[in-house]
């Protein structure tokens, strides 16, 4: 048969499932049995068992090699950051910023209220920056290596750093997953920022509380010998130890509001570091550069010293980039093939009401994410899928976006062989696994999303109006942001279903 006259089609069920529970079964079983692999293999393999499905349903090789090299290709500037950051975390060692950050935290920060300030700081600097990772890469190590010595559990440090610095790349008009939900959504930028007010303030102040609760509890075990062990060993260490070498971290705002491009804002703040090493701590320009590509490397009997000052340099992301590659690979073939579309399309025929709706979008935006190994691809599929569904019960294009992110944003860096949690796994130096039951903010954002909705809570309509987290109706400042002929869709869908009393009527 001829390639002009050859016939594709969607692999059925039972042959969409293969490939993801191939996958699902070698991680689960790793983690299970405790075999200490590497998730590189079991997702490189499930590449191979996807393009069998998809031989068998028409597509060639070539078509599926293509498809998972574009979704490498449009993944090659976060794979290029990642090698940077790498770079970032041994230059912000090298001259002394984070080890400063960790010595002046042990001195103002108590065990009675580390978490929760561990959280709101995460999630400020999180929004000047958009970026989870940078925020992971700086204030997160800084902020293990403070709570470890509190005596504080490693994974409710990480659970903490990652809820703060998710909820800030969320909230981020700079952030490139809020940018992208939007995009996605065809709604304005500041009209999913605003709908994201609705479900994940609420759930990070919840967040913030149960944090709250867990420093508390840990005040009268706190004792300080490891933190005075380990401030000794930072003023033994470096030349030169005084808040001056904080200026960096606040460069990292700057480079935010000026709103310079990711990867030369990496690179600006990465020369800055080298410089600060230079003038601050003596290092050489040889020094430096060797830093750079294998990270900082010092000596030390205190194990917790070592711990936070030898990491960094590119050479040391190669791991979770080559996890990256794979996984987005997988996930390009996976969506070639169209799997997704066959086992979750037609869920949409049975949902009735808005709440189904956010329930159905989250699930797929979740299910995207766990077998696609890429947060991208868990918000653009859901939305290319049931937008048109949005657009029929009269909401806005906002809610749409606001429940892309509810789902999406929040649930990759929980799923271990995703790109988002192998990169703040190895960071922070905790499994994924570990840290997740405690990432209490990404846990219950999409639970408080769908349980309001579940009674007419937090309902964005098309016209503007919208409901409170109780369910009470109220005006709004005007509509969203949508495609003209989407919104004359929404709003006549709207006023169909309110006549019919199928929702509120103003």
Not at 32 to 48: K, N, Q, R, S, Y
Not at 156 to 184: E, H, Q, R, V, Y
Not at 365 to 392: A, V
């Amino acid at each position: 048969m001829s390639e002009k006259n050859k016939i594709v089609r969607l692999p059925n069920k039972v042959e969409a499932l293969i490939p993801i529970v191939f996958l699902l079964t070698v991680m689960i079983t790793n983690y299970a049995l405790g075999w200490g692999m590497d998730p590189h293999i079991p997702v490189t393999l499930a590449c191979g068992v996807a393009m069998i499905i998809g031989k068998l349903c028409g597509y060639n090789y070539k078509e599926m090699l293509a498809a998972g090299l574009e979704s490498v290709n449009q993944s090659l500037e976060a794979i290029i950051i990642i090698l940077l950051v790498g770079c970032l975390i041994g230059s912000f060692t090298a001259c002394g910023t984070i080890p400063a950050v960790v010595y002046y935290g042990l001195k103002l920060l108590t065990p009675a209220i580390f978490l929760p300030c561990v959280t709101v700081l995460c999630a400020v600097v999180g929004v000047a920056l958009g970026s989870a990772w940078t925020v992971t890469a700086t204030l997160g190590i800084a902020f293990m290596a403070i709570g470890t010595t509190m005596g504080l559990n490693p994974a409710l440090i990480a659970g903490a750093i990652l809820s703060g610095a998710c909820c800030g790349d969320k909230f981020s008009p700079l952030s490139d997953s809020t940018n992208l939900a939007a995009g996605s959504a065809q709604t304005g930028l500041f009209d999913h920022v605003g709908a994201m007010v609705t479900t994940t303030l609420p759930s990070v102040i919840i967040a913030i509380c149960i944090y709250a609760f867990f420093s508390l509890s840990k005040v009268g075990n706190y004792d300080p010998t490891l933190a005075n062990e380990l401030s000794a060993s930072i003023m033994d260490h470096y030349t030169y130890m005084s808040p001056i070498l904080l200026i960096p971290i606040l460069l990292i705002i700057v480079v935010a509001v000026i709103k310079m491009p990711a990867i030369p804002s990496v690179v600006l703040l990465s020369l800055i570091g080298c410089a600060f090493a230079l003038i601050f701590q003596g290092a050489g320009i040889s020094d430096c550069i060797q830093m750079l590509h294998y990270g900082y490397a010092a000596e030390s009997q205190n194990a917790l010293f070592a711990k936070l000052v030898n990491r960094g340099g590119m050479d040391s992301m190669l791991w979770t980039n080559n996890l990256v590659i794979v996984a987005v690979a997988f996930g390009g073939i996976l969506q070639k093939i169209g799997s997704v579309e066959s086992l979750l399309g037609g869920l949409i025929k049975k949902v009735k009401t808005p709440f189904q709706l956010v329930v159905v979008t989250i699930t797929t935006s979740m299910f995207c994410i766990t077998t696609m190994c890429d947060q991208y691809l868990g918000l653009i599929i859901p939305s290319s899928m049931y937008k048109d569904n949005f657009d029929e019960m009269g909401l806005g294009r906002n809610m749409l976006s606001r429940t892309l992110e509810d789902g999406g944003t929040l649930w990759s860096p929980l799923i271990p062989w995703s790109s988002c949690g192998a990169y703040h796994s190895a960071i922070l130096g905790v499994p994924t696994l570990s840290y997740l039951p405690f990432c209490f903010m990404n846990i219950i954002n999409p639970i408080y999303a769908i349980i309001t909705a579940s009674w007419g809570g937090n309902i964005l309509y098309a016209d503007g109006s919208r409901t409170n987290m109780f369910g009470k109706l109220k005006k709004g400042h005007g509509p969203a942001g949508a495609p003209e002929e989407a919104h004359e869709k929404a709003m006549k869908a709207l006023a169909e279903r309110r006549t019919a009393g199928l929702c509120k009527n103003v």
